[in-house]
């Protein structure tokens, strides 16, 4: 039997607009995107931070030991919140999550648990969703590259 391949060419409503005679132009349609992007931004904030607590419940449950269900359902969830718009923070947001989600597959694929590493990603967590990382981009940086050190450490054993 042959399977036949299919290449699939999403359609790109912003492109076939400005090709539009009397579409909009592209200006408009950047401040029409960014409008629409602004009014995501409560549900993705609220989203984050359901995730957060459901993260610090996951935490909590696996109280101090490896439980296989606990760590993949935590991986699932960091790894389902990786790239939620959140305009200004989501680099530093997106970088964390990233890096606890590497963290927690290092985990469930070598059968460990190391306490404090997740919990000083939690802790990064709810730091970023608190406070304004993008205002002292510095002092963010620095923190992420630290949450990065801790996940390859923990990577190596």
């Not at 290092?106 to 990603?121: L, N």
């Amino acid at each position: 039997m042959s399977d036949v391949a299919r290449i699939h060419t999403p359609d790109v409503p912003l492109g076939r607009l400005i090709r539009m005679p009397g579409g909009k132009n592209a200006g408009k349609a950047i401040e029409d995107a960014e409008r629409g992007l602004e009014s995501m931004q409560a549900l993705s904030m609220a989203e984050l931070q359901r995730v957060l607590k459901a993260s610090e419940d996951l935490y909590a449950r696996a109280n101090g030991r490896f439980d296989p269900l606990i760590v993949n359902a935590f991986y699932d969830l960091i790894n389902g919140a990786i790239g939620l718009p959140t305009k200004g923070k989501d680099k530093a947001i997106d970088t964390m999550l990233v890096s606890l989600a590497d963290l927690l597959d290092y985990y469930r694929t070598a059968g460990e648990w190391g306490d404090k590493s997740v919990q000083v990603h939690l802790s990064t967590f709810q730091l970023l969703l608190r406070t304004e990382g993008d205002r002292d981009p510095e002092g963010t940086a620095a923190i992420l590259s630290g949450l990065q050190k801790v996940s390859r450490k923990a990577a190596r054993g």
